[in-house]
């Protein structure tokens, strides 16, 4: 079999593409496949995608900050404005991707489907690039729709590929920044007897990507609430009219949460360990805050809540200054029973274990009888049903 599969490489080479290859190419006279529109969308997904990545990194920085990191407790709506630019922009991708795969895609048809090994590398990224991305999209939109057909982990693979997905782009648009800088610059000006000229086709992509973000950020911008057709939770509708993410009953914590047995436990490296009743927990000082709960799904809502000061509960346990706190459901399993709390959140006289919202007592649905509530923090963290803070020396 001497030299079989190169021989019959660059037969089929010289020979060009085979007819039904020749057959479609025929079929793409489009102007809509050209580098002009291409360079367009590539230009606003690669702003949608930069928005998303550097929020998402935002969020997964604060739910697992490294040691060299400490993530500001104010201003306390940080966290609500990046978690929603991350799921707006993600959304607003979703028309944007789909027309920039259906404007390039005659370049699968090209012949020979590469040249060197420089474009097949080349050809490899851009592979790994619409791989990515649709991925992301996938992954974060079934995510919001709390659907989660896949078997891995969400938040680690979609964090995983979000690097995939950034080295993919950075190479694709150092490798067509020559063609699409000359495509931006030239202006696109079409026959008008065409059907669709190219910028009716952008506007029209444009179009319905804004009109998606727009029915999207009604779930937390209030002002646009009335028209949040894609919003998965409304501020206001709910019990108390904040929204329920993880349900008493989905937790398994409906009759814990009412045993009158309950305490709030303080230990670890404390001086005294506490053990405090729900009377017990009321009747010491009560301080009020308004501050939103901001979903890692994008949604928020910010709610009038009245609790005891973490920080006045370290202190009656005589805990040191600088101590961070674990804090635990009495949930018995799910990955959010436990959340960590650092400075300078821990010290921060906003931090409550709420007893209250709305001026009612906590409904079971909000962690009955006392859940965490602190300023600019992912709702991953604010943990409900609470049963004890660890302190850790
Ligand atoms: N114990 C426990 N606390 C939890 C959760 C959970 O699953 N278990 N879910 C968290 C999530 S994902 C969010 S967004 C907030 C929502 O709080 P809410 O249901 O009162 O709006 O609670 C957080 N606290
Ligand atoms: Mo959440």
């Known amino acids: 079999m001497h030299g079989g599969a190169g021989t019959y490489l660059t037969r089929v080479l010289r020979q060009g593409p085979p007819a039904w290859v020749r057959g479609l190419r025929g079929r793409f006279r489009s102007r809509l496949h050209d580098p002009g529109v291409a360079a367009r969308l ?3 997904l690669a702003v949608a995608f930069g928005a998303c990545f550097l929020t998402g990194l935002v969020s997964h920085f604060m739910q697992h900050p490294p040691a060299w990191l400490s993530w500001p407790s104010r201003p306390v709506w940080l966290y609500r404005v990046t978690q929603a630019v991350h799921v707006v922009t993600g959304v607003a991708a979703v028309p944007l991707l789909l027309a920039k795969l259906w404007t390039v895609y005659p370049a699968l048809f090209s012949w020979p489907p590469f040249r060197s090994v420089a474009t097949l590398v080349e050809r ?100 646009l609430r009335p028209i949040g057709l894609l919003a998965t939770h409304l501020d206001g509708v709910g019990p108390q009219g904040v929204p329920v993410r993880k349900t008493a009953v989905s937790a398994g914590v409906r009759d814990l949460a009412h045993d009158p047995a309950y305490r709030l436990r303080v230990t670890g490296a404390v001086e005294r360990e506490l053990a405090l009743s729900l009377a017990e927990l009321r009747a010491l000082p009560q301080v009020s805050a308004r501050l939103p709960i901001t979903c890692v799904e994008g949604w928020s809502a910010e709610a009038a809540w009245s609790g005891v000061r973490l920080c006045d509960l370290l202190d ?60 600019n923090r992912p709702g991953v963290l604010q943990t409900k049903w609470v049963e004890s803070v660890e302190v850790m020396g």
């Open 124 to 223: 490899a990224f851009v592979l790994l690039l619409v791989a990515a991305a649709s991925f992301q999209v996938a992954t974060g939109v079934a995510n919001i729709a709390e659907w989660y057909p896949f078997r891995f982990n969400f938040t680690t693979t979609h964090y995983a590929v979000a690097w995939l997905l950034v080295g993919a782009v950075v190479v694709h648009a150092a490798h067509k920044w020559t063609i699409a800088r000359a495509a931006l610059r030239t202006p696109m000006r079409d026959p008008t007897d065409v059907s669709l000229s190219r910028r009716q086709f952008l506007g029209t992509v444009g179009a319905a990507s804004g009109l998606l973000a727009l029915v999207t950020v009604g779930q937390t911008v209030p002002a």
């Open 42 to 44: 590539g230009f606003a």
């Open 316 to 375: 009656r346990a005589g805990a040191g200054p600088g101590v961070s706190v674990r804090v635990v459901s009495m949930q018995h399993s799910g990955q959010y029973r436990v959340s960590y709390v650092d400075p300078p959140h821990v010290r921060d006289p906003l931090t409550l274990l709420a007893l209250r919202v709305a001026g009612e007592p906590l409904a079971v649905d909000h962690g009955f009888p006392c859940r965490l509530i602190a300023p």
